[in-house]
């Protein structure tokens, strides 16, 4: 599941797959998905009929409550690049190398 693995200096957050993670936030979401599994799975075996489509509806409904209890900590800004933009401004006569 996961290829790299570190843990930071506050312990709180774990690199997996090149993110940053939050441990906890991470069990919950997948402790949420298999249990909403198991418990499809079950019903679906009870009912008599296809396990591993209760099943698989099972873990879209956990990935949907995981969605709805764990939020997304990052915080995307984007940043206009003013160093392309002050040579634009520049006039098209005008030179900043030595006069002939």
């Not at 075996?45 to 409904?61: C, H, K």
């Not at 209890?69 to 206009?80: C, G, N, W």
């Amino acid at each position: 599941m996961a290829d790299r693995r570190n843990v930071t200096d506050d312990e709180q957050y774990v690199e997996i797959w090149g993110d940053r993670v939050s441990l906890r936030d991470l069990v919950v979401a997948l402790a949420v998905c298999a249990a909403a599994t198991v418990v499809a799975v079950v019903a679906g075996r009870a009912l008599g009929s296809s396990e591993f489509f209760w099943g698989l509806g099972g873990a879209v409904a956990g990935f949907g409550l995981a969605v709805l209890l764990v939020r997304p900590k990052r915080d995307v800004q984007i940043v206009a690049d003013d160093a392309g933009a002050d040579d634009a401004h520049d006039e098209p006569g005008a030179s900043t190398g030595p006069a002939a």
